[in-house]
């Protein structure tokens, strides 16, 4: 049985760092809130918020649905689906490691989020946007070089990265960390182009693994496909040029 | 061997949610920053941020050794945690389960934090306090009692609540992620006591939830040690009476 994803169509959003490894895998998916046919759509998403029968609902998108599992919490999916995908290692402690990885990258990815909405979710942008300003640049200036400097010393720490050629964060095989990472690279690249330049000079590693990712059989394929949702201004990474320093 | 939990002194903080599994379960553990022997105090953790010879080295406090293994992210830590403390189902899904459960209360921390801090953790309340009061209506409006409806149907679906008398989030047992959300509601009562008030209303098996952590025997014990540091305005959930409402 195939799995389900369900996550807002229209954006890329949490809902990709399942989608990559999802497609690295080949794994067989619908993405159900962006299909048209019977039982798809948003509404076949939303019923799980509403229906009580649901003993685990999920709190909030993405949530995935294999067999009678619901599954929700991009970082938990991942867990789950890591082994079952190959795209985590055999061992408790490599698994572990590529979930803190991730927990990681989802703290970057909610600060990435609210540079845009530092007052509240609930807001539009336009009545928010000089605290966003504000936010931006010590997100700029301060955390984005962080967590790079991370990325990059642990890379160089994998003693099978020693080649420093098509590098991987746990082990010498791709993991759901290292698509990831892939992803929140690309939207760093997409909201603060100007910053993310700067600071990946300085994080040669986290670039040759963003390389690596793109150059990836499958996921060239998912990138260069409709299934891959643009980049955009609902989405979390998104281009406000004022924000770019 | 003892567990050696990071995390800095006189806070509460995330390190919070491993302290009280760890005091729980009954472990032997070193609360490594607050100690004053020797190879303890502040420096023994942050020299874990510096050392290059760690393979695989925290982002962040709270990290918790145990052995050779150093894990960070105290959703990841508990995680580890759990099973080797009784802490935690046995399956696979009540375990994952339980993380899902923790990492929505990690959301709910991370937002009760951005209410006092906004615009960026590296300036003072005082510089984005006008930020801080949007911020927090939203939270107290609309988060607040949307988390704990979530809690509160969790635990109204989950069977083994039936008689609704000391409930548990997983299964009829005591988990982390019980003792967690006890540590989110002290929380929001401390920070946001006239909002958490009203919203706990529409929310009685998280109440009960509440009331059965705090009377559990070592629990009740620790809460009435010097191990309990109280809340204070340094950490996540802080007092500023105009942000309640």
Not at 61 to 86: E, H, N, T
Not at 87 to 97: F, I, M, N, P
Request: aromatic fraction near 10%.
């Amino acid at each position: 049985m195939s799995y389900q994803l369900h996550y807002w169509p229209g954006i890329q959003g949490r809902g990709e760092f399942v989608r990559l490894a999802l497609e690295a895998a080949g794994a067989d998916y619908v993405d159900v809130a962006r299909g048209e046919g019977r039982g798809q759509g948003v509404p076949a998403m939303t019923r799980f918020f509403e229906d009580e029968s649901i003993a685990r609902p999920p709190f909030a998108c993405p949530f995935l649905v294999d067999g009678k599992k619901v599954i929700a919490q991009s970082a938990a999916i991942l867990l789950y689906l890591g082994p079952r995908l190959g795209l985590a290692g055999k061992s408790e402690a490599d698994q572990l490691w590529t979930h803190q990885i991730q927990l990681t990258i989802a703290d970057l990815v909610s600060e990435a989020h609210d540079t845009h909405h530092p007052v509240g979710a609930g807001l539009y942008y336009e009545d928010q946007k000089k605290e966003a300003l504000r936010r931006a640049g010590e997100f700029r200036k301060e955390r984005i070089p962080k967590f790079l400097r991370w990325f990059e010393a642990i890379l160089e720490r994998n003693p099978r990265n020693a080649k420093r050629k098509d590098p991987h964060l746990v082990g010498a095989k791709l993991s759901y960390a290292d698509l990831s990472l892939f992803q929140a690279v690309e939207g760093l690249y997409y909201a603060f182009p100007k910053a993310t330049k700067r600071a990946m000079k300085k994080a040669p590693l986290v670039g040759a693994l963003h390389d690596g990712v793109a150059r990836h059989r499958r996921i060239a394929a998912y990138l260069a496909s409709e299934r891959r949702i643009p980049f955009n201004e609902d989405g979390i990474f998104r281009r406000y040029p004022e924000l770019d320093g």
